[in-house]
């Protein structure tokens, strides 16, 4: 089965626009969950302009075997973010966020400061020697590390020399492919990457970009996928349809796939 994690910094977006606390992260994870969701996303990045470290404890409070009742305690929490961030601040550094969330997962995504959203994988070759003792202290506090890589990354297997257990999978290409009626290529890069991740015994997961429209054909494609990790179009949908309904469409959308 393919779990969906939902991600909700967008919720804190709208919330921080007004500088109040409403709408609730916490809430609407709370709802997401309610209506089958087998995972909650967040990431925080240094400046906080979306999801702050409180937002990341609150969750982290109410998931995982740590929480108040078993429906959370079975729900993952994963955070995505730059492991290289130094401390800022409030902000503790990723790495120790992670520890005081009590993450399920780490998801090591390369994106700076300047970037509006997460835009490309690492480079694996490049990026290993830094990447390595991050990756064993992770594990060490008993979290699963994913490594953020491009589709048609042409050297995917270092992930697990790396020592990470999964990848997660950029799909915003193949996304922006997909609007435009086009997207054969762009999916046949996601595949090949995922069948060579999975042939050195990493897991799949995927995320950027995904929707309803585009999930279905990428789900048949990878059958095997791990994970997928969704926010902006799900809340996008959600402002719609209501947050409960948006999360069943994608659970169907999974299981049907």
């Not at 910094?9 to 709370?30: C, F, M, Q, T, W």
């Not at 995927?206 to 809340?235: C, M, T, W, Y």
């Amino acid at each position: 089965m393919t779990a969906l994690s939902v991600n909700i910094n967008k919720i804190a977006v709208l919330r921080n626009s007004r500088g109040h606390a409403e709408p609730d992260p916490v809430i609407a994870a709370r709802v997401a969950i309610s209506a089958g969701c087998q995972g909650i996303t967040v990431h925080p990045r240094p400046d906080q302009r979306h999801i702050r470290v409180d937002d990341v404890l609150r969750v982290g409070a109410v998931l995982g075997p740590h929480g108040p009742d078993a429906v959370t305690a079975a729900i993952e929490y994963n955070l995505e973010g730059n492991p290289f961030a130094p401390a800022r601040g409030s902000y503790p550094g990723f790495i120790e966020l992670v520890r005081s969330a009590r993450a399920a997962q780490a998801t090591l995504v390369p994106d700076g400061d300047a970037q509006i959203t997460s835009d490309h994988g690492f480079d694996l070759a490049q990026d290993a020697a830094r990447l390595i003792p991050l990756v064993r202290e992770l594990k060490a506090i008993g979290c699963r590390v994913s490594l953020f890589v491009d589709a048609g990354c042409a050297d995917v297997e270092r992930a697990a020399d790396i020592g990470a257990d999964r990848v997660e999978i950029y799909t915003g290409p193949y996304a922006s492919a997909f609007s435009r009626g086009d997207h054969g290529s762009a999916l046949a890069d996601c595949v090949r990457t995922a069948e060579r991740a999975s042939a050195a015994g990493l897991g799949v997961n995927a995320g950027h970009d995904l929707s309803q429209r585009n999930l279905g054909a990428l789900k048949r494609a990878i059958p095997f996928l791990a994970e997928v990790s969704i926010g902006h179009a799900l809340i996008g949908e959600a402002l719609y349809d209501g947050l409960v309904p948006t999360v069943r469409a994608y659970l169907a959308i999974l299981a049907a796939a």
